[in-house]
């Protein structure tokens, strides 16, 4: 799987909310060359093309976190991977997460499947 990211910052929020079937980071310069966290979500928000998904990942009462972390310097990378492709999401996760060892602690699985990507931040 070939991820290309895309950056959003506060200033960018409502656009990410319509993002589905994706990978995500958050990342703060602070923590050099590893990611805050990595997921996943199928929808990301609540700014859905089609409408409100009751299944939005950061749904409205979330959504206060998020701003707050991309208001406090953190920036946040979405890959769209597709619905198709979302079948193997969480293999594609473990994988970031094995290669990126984010700062918070997550879950390592061992079923993981290859990513093709950099880091985005590098390329900010």
Do not use: M
């Given at each position: 799987m070939r991820l290309a990211w895309k950056r959003y910052e506060y200033q960018t929020?409502?656009?990410?909310?319509?993002?589905?079937?994706?990978?995500?980071?958050?990342?703060?310069?602070?923590?050099?060359?590893?990611?805050?966290?990595?997921?996943?979500?199928?929808?990301?928000?609540?700014?859905?093309?089609?409408?409100?998904?009751a299944t939005a990942r950061y749904n409205s009462g979330y959504l206060h976190l998020i701003a707050g972390m991309l208001r406090a310097g953190f920036s946040?990378?979405?890959?769209?991977i597709g619905e198709k492709?979302?079948?193997?999401?969480?293999?594609?996760?473990?994988?970031?997460?094995?290669?990126?060892?984010?700062?918070?602690?997550?879950?390592?699985k061992a079923s993981r499947l290859p990513v093709e990507t950099k880091k985005p931040w590098n390329d900010s």
């Open positions: 929020l409502d656009s990410c909310l319509a993002e589905s079937f994706c990978l995500y980071v958050f990342h703060h310069p602070d923590d050099g060359d590893r990611p805050f966290y990595v997921g996943k979500a199928r929808h990301f928000g609540t700014k859905q093309p089609s409408g409100y998904k946040l990378y979405v890959a769209r492709a979302f079948a193997d999401v969480e293999k594609y996760e473990q994988e970031l997460i094995a290669l990126w060892n984010p700062i918070r602690k997550q879950r390592i």
